[in-house]
């Protein structure tokens, strides 16, 4: 049955409860960020009340379904060779202790440590409130600025503002920076794959194949469209996507009259190469050297105030750093970190590393003085549509959660009072132990623990021992209905940095499809280990003590990436620094301080705010961009 036929959708689980919709605008909206929706889309009626009687007790009148979330599972080692089995809809049964409504084995006053009320209000700076003025106003805007100057956390403004007005496209240059603002990829949201056709190709097949509906819709439909890291769009691809909005929305005006918000860092993130028939990789060039970029976008936003460091000499080395200007007075300051920082706390320094191999052989090495019996955590994964309105098959579920810094497995080992930790290759088992470093991948509480805060397992409890034991538990955003997984499994508890003890539960990963809702879905413990991370997943994180060796294999512009994760120069160690590492590409530098570029403006304005923005890095990308365009 063609695609255009389906009229009627089905929503088990969502706002107001079960009903059926015959408009993707009204399902969408009962369906869009709602917690473990459900829904389906279907030919006739009759058929969609059938599949709704099967999810929902209509007669009960009660939005739930039988396809219930799964919260991970312990998982003794004996128990390693049996499948674990699922229910008839594939997920795990969880029950739940509600924090909000207390059971009765739990005194309310064990629950004082819950935070709740509103989550604290963002305060802009004047820059940052000037350019979601512009957004506000209509205007098509790109903001750039050195590492540590809040792109992400006015970016997570402008979605905020724009996202109920309707006709809003949110997405990335990669998948992973996709998921760290809740949209996809620029490639799927405008239908084009891989990107390798003509102009004239994809508008022949939006306006003449069914099959492309949903695109031609989106495109048509669009009224403002946000690209996360453009920095990594290839100019070329740029120009041709222009040409596309133009002819599909029958528009003459710049980008066929959507508004555009970019951010990015050219100085950070460079243009993925493509590649010709052949495979071979070919030179890429800059977004901004585009023949359309200066019509679409006009002058650039700098934002120079920095959030991330305190000290206004560490401010002024990195943007030094960032421009390749390293002169002997900033060297030497650098060369001057290569002491030993000790920490009272037992907290170390998280190393960073240039690839993954190195990571995972750091870790290693950690981890084999410990040597203790295992049990693993399994997450639970849950597909959901992709743009076509189609089920997303298990292979492609899969193969779209491999975007998220969350593991599949989480594996606990446990000996008295001691647990060990430890990474596999795959990155799909993790392992954890008392004692082992940690890192949190999602922002639980803004300002306290977010994405990048840093600590130890010190123990683990079950939710029920943690409540009584008064124990915080990091469960979900303030001023939201926080609920615990009510089992006899032990979550781990994590001494942070500061000393504050907290019990980390299953979160939410989320995938959306390009039209905004839940493509799939993984819920998983959200740590990772902290001994040793890659410059790729330290991106636009926040960490407050740094180590960096530079004689390892760093391709020229990680340097800078590196070194600006950290807060502070006192809680920075830098080994054999190379001033022959940082270096920014020339044709940046032109265009930064040229004539079409920005202002010769660096950042003075620094505050004190441990906040994590979401800027990703594609390790891969900036290598290959690096070995095609060294000699450009």
């Known amino acids: 049955m063609p695609k255009a036929a389906r009229k009627h959708f089905a929503v088990a689980v969502g706002r107001g409860g079960p009903n059926i919709y015959t408009t993707w605008d009204e399902c969408n909206e009962k369906v869009t960020r709602y917690p473990s929706a459900v829904f389906k889309s279907f030919p006739s009626r009759k058929q969609a009340e059938d599949w709704l009687a099967s999810k929902v007790d209509l007669s009960a009148g009660r939005n739930s379904a039988l396809v219930a979330p799964a919260s991970p599972h312990l998982i003794d080692d004996d128990m390693l060779s049996q499948p674990i089995e699922p229910t008839r809809q594939g997920t795990f049964e969880r029950d739940y202790y509600d924090l909000c409504t207390p059971s009765p084995d739990i005194s309310i006053s064990s629950q004082s440590n819950i935070p709740v009320g509103p989550p604290p209000s963002v305060s802009l700076s004047p820059e940052q409130q000037q350019v979601l003025d512009r957004v506000k106003q209509g205007r098509s805007v790109f903001f750039t600025g050195s590492a540590g100057t809040g792109k992400s956390v006015l970016l997570r403004e402008i979605i905020a503002t724009l996202r109920d007005r309707g006709g809003l496209g949110i997405t990335a240059s990669t998948g992973i920076a996709a998921v760290n603002i809740g949209g996809s990829t620029l490639h799927s949201w405008a239908g084009i794959g891989l990107g390798d056709e003509s102009h004239n190709r994809y508008v022949g097949k939006f306006f003449g194949q069914k099959k492309f509906r949903q695109v031609l819709d989106r495109w048509r439909n669009a009224k403002a469209l946000i690209i996360d890291e453009i920095s990594m769009i290839d100019g070329t691809l740029f120009d041709k996507l222009e040409i596309i909005a133009r002819e599909v929305r ?28 052949k495979g071979q990789q070919i030179k890429s060039i800059f977004a901004f050297d585009a023949q359309t970029w200066n019509s679409c976008v006009g002058s650039p936003v700098m934002l120079t105030r920095v959030f991330r460091q305190k000290d206004q000499a560490f401010v002024d080395m990195l943007n030094t750093m960032r421009f390749g200007q390293m002169d002997a007075k900033t060297t030497a300051a650098f060369s001057t970190l290569s002491r030993k920082v000790e920490y009272a706390d037992g907290i170390d320094p998280t190393e960073l590393f240039s690839t993954r191999a190195e990571v995972d052989n750091a870790n290693a090495y950690r981890l084999r003085q410990l040597n203790t019996e295992s049990h693993t955590y399994v997450a639970s994964e849950y597909p959901g549509l992709d743009s076509n309105n189609e089920c997303v098959s298990p292979i492609n579920m899969s193969r779209l959660l491999e ?26 088992v993790l392992h954890i132990q008392v004692g082992a470093q940690v890192m949190l991948v999602k922002n639980l509480i803004q300002g306290e623990l977010v994405n990048g805060s840093v600590g130890q397992i010190v123990r683990f409890s079950t939710a029920e021992e943690a409540l009584k034991e008064h124990t915080h538990v990091a469960g979900a955003e303030r001023g939201e209905k926080q609920k615990l997984p009510q089992s006899g499994f032990a979550w781990p508890i994590v001494r942070f940095i500061g000393g504050r003890e907290t019990m980390i539960i299953p979160q939410e990963f989320t995938i959306n499809n390009a039209n905004g809702g839940m493509e799939a879905r993984r819920d998983q413990v959200p740590l990772i280990l902290a ?38 120069l006192e809680q920075l160690q830098v080994l054999n620094f190379d001033a022959s590492k940082v270096e920014a590409h020339p044709r940046v530098l032109e265009w930064h301080f040229g004539s079409k570029g920005l202002p010769a403006a660096l950042g003075n304005d620094v505050i004190e705010l441990f906040d994590s923005d979401e800027e990703v890095d594609n390790e891969m990308a900036m290598s290959a961009y690096y070995h095609v365009n060294r000699d450009a």
Not at 255 to 271: E, V
Not at 405 to 427: F, G, T, W
Not at 541 to 562: C, I, M, N, P, W
């Open 403 to 428: 975007r998220l810094i969350a593991p599949r497995e989480i594996q606990l080992k446990v000996l008295s009072d001691a647990y060990v930790c430890h990474l596999s290759s795959d990155d799909d």
């Open 531 to 568: 001994w040793a991370l890659s410059v790729h997943k330290s991106q636009g994180q926040t960490l407050e003590r740094v180590k960096v060796d530079l004689r390892r294999t760093f391709e020229k512009g990680q340097a800078y990436v590196a070194l600006s994760r950290a807060t502070s």
């Open 250 to 277: 029958h528009c003459n005006s710049p980008f066929g009259g959507i508004q555009l918000i970019l951010s990015g860092d050219f100085c950070q993130l460079p243009p993925v190469p493509g590649r010709d028939k």
